[in-house]
């Protein structure tokens, strides 16, 4: 259980030094317990826990470790994570490599049965995507936010969903 008024504001350096923990099975880790070990790639962004009951975190925020077993980063045909600037890299104190930090957004198909990119709808969803240079793993640290500005472009929500998003709002 976190403590009343546990601020969690990590640096990028900071974010890779716990995932450098998680990947090499250092159960220190404990501390962390708030970040949820979860495919990122078999559910929509909007159907993560985001309910009242997870920690919060700066506001709409939300962190996850995720294996990265492929290099697709499709979302079970409901669209994908799409690549939007270029891959940050995280140097330690003393100027070595730690790892990366990659920048994506959430785009969603207009249709299930169709994965058309090009009509494809850019949603609010951002996350960056966390990796270690340091030693090989398929382990990431991953920061999921919904930029909560309302998208005409983007479909309605589901009811819970749209609670979900309310909530993030607040």
Partial sequence: MVPTGFRFCPTDEELIEILHHKASGNTATGSFDFIIERNLYDLDPKDLNWNESSVRLNKNERYYYCRRESDSR?????GWWKATSHVKVILSTNGDLMGYKRPLTFHRFKDDNQRNRKAAIKTDWIMHEYGLQSVPSDW????????????????KMAAGAAAAAQFLRT
């Fill in 74 to 78: 499709e979302v079970m045909g409901r």
């Fill in 140 to 155: 990431r640290l991953c920061k999921i936010k919904y930029k909560g500005k309302d998208n005409l472009k983007e479909p």
